[in-house]
Every structure is written in C-alpha cells, then in structure tokens.
C-alpha cells in the first residue's frame, strides 16, 4: 500500500501571499489531520476530517483553513500568510476508530519571507 | 485537558547500551498512549502503542514502552541501543471521548554513539 503522500515537499512564499497543500492518504483511510512543526512550540494540531466533515479543530487562527473530498485526499489553506507560518506541515491518515494509530506523510516544508 | 511531558530534551547512550526515553502524562480518564519516531526531513513513524491489558507492550524495531498508572508514566525502552536510533522521538496521548485529538509531547533527541 503507498503511504502518505503530501504535496509539495517545499514551498517558499511571501507574506501576505495565501497557499494550499495537499495531502493524499492511504488507501481505505478516512480519517485525516494535519500538524503544524515548529522547533518552538514542537507538534501542534490544526484539524481532522473524517468523511468530508471537520470534526475537530485546534487553537488556530481562522486563516487556516482545510477541506477533504469524497476521495478522502485533503487540502489545507493558509492565507495571508506570515512569517511565523514558517514550518513543517504533516498530514495524516488512519483508518478509524481511536486505537488506530496515525500515519503521517513526510510533510511540507513552508518557508515565508 | 490532556497533556503528555517528555522530560528530556536529549539522550545520548553509547550503542549496545539500553536506551530510554521518558515519558509522563496528565489527563482525566484512561489514556491511550503512542510513541512515535522522527528521522530527519521525514513524518513521523509509528512504534507502538498501550491501549488496555498488559502494561509493557512491545513494537517496532526492538523497541518496548511499560505503562504505570500510579507514576503516570509511558517510558520507552531498548534493551541494546543502535546508531540508527538516533533520531527524535515523540509520546502522545489521548483520551477516548476526548474528540479523538492526539497530543505530542516537545520530543526527545536520542543521539546513539558508536
């Protein structure tokens, strides 16, 4: 089974520019979420979809946004971006219920300057 | 709310040395605790897990984790420490009925030296 896929690997963009991300997960999974990676505050939780509905959201700012289409495949949407959104985004899959663990995609790394 | 602490910011063992990587956690009703690995520009690897039963519960690549309720406690464990365990290592934590969200600890530096 391919594992995680996220696109694009990298990614430079400017403040106040908006950008979006996508995140392909295993096969069968319908559960996605995504995490922020900052060598300050470590792993933070954005949000998780399950079946094209949010069903959990973190403390983050309304420019952050996401998606997931019936395919499963996922999206997530920063606009306005600023420097501080510089980091690691990871995606992740499981297939369901509470004991499963999460797979993660290899992230993408955004740089904002 | 959930929270998980890994108290080290680093661990550096010589290989062939046991090798742990500590872990505590604070929640309110029976956590589901995971442990994860980190290699450089990758996502995170999952190594194992304590859901209900047995308290040591043993994963991938050699690796075991003992949970203990009365320390709050989800250490993990290597019996013979390799180079290629170097790497950063994360627990996490959730609560069932806790909207399903996994909390990370800061993760550890485990750095194994030949």
């Known amino acids: 089974k391919a594992g995680v896929t996220q696109t694009p690997r990298y990614l430079i963009k400017t403040r106040g520019q908006q950008v979006t991300l996508s995140c392909s997960p295993i096969?069968?999974?319908?559960?996605v979420s995504w995490y922020q990676q900052t060598p300050g505050q470590g792993l933070q939780f954005l949000f998780e979809?399950?079946?094209?509905?949010?069903?959990n959201k973190g403390n983050f700012p309304g420019r952050f946004s996401g998606r997931q289409f019936s395919n499963s495949r996922s999206e997530m949407n920063v606009s306005t971006l600023e420097l501080g959104d510089s980091a690691l985004y990871l995606c992740?899959?499981?297939?369901?219920?509470?004991?499963?663990?999460?797979?993660f995609g290899n992230g993408t790394r955004l740089t904002v300057t | 709310a959930q929270s998980v602490a890994q108290p080290e910011d680093q661990v550096n063992v010589a290989e062939g040395n046991p090798l742990t990587v500590k872990c505590t956690y604070s929640?309110?009703?029976?956590?589901?605790l995971f442990w994860y690995v980190q290699y450089p520009n990758r996502g995170l690897q999952f190594l194992l897990k304590y859901i209900t039963g047995d308290n040591l519960v043993k994963g991938s690549y050699g690796f075991e984790a003992e949970f203990n309720k009365s320390q709050t406690s989800f250490h993990l464990k290597k019996p013979s420490a390799l180079v290629s365990d170097s790497a950063l290592y994360f627990c996490?934590?959730?609560?069932?009925?806790?909207?399903?969200?996994?909390?990370f600890g800061a993760g550890t530096t485990v750095t194994v030296r030949a």
């Open positions: 992740a899959s499981k297939a369901g219920g509470e004991v499963s663990p999460l797979h």
């Open positions: 979809y399950f079946s094209e509905t949010q069903r």
């Open positions: 996490a934590v959730r609560v069932p009925a806790n909207d399903y969200k996994l909390s």
């Open positions: 929640v309110s009703g029976n956590p589901y």
């Open positions: 096969s069968g999974h319908r559960s």
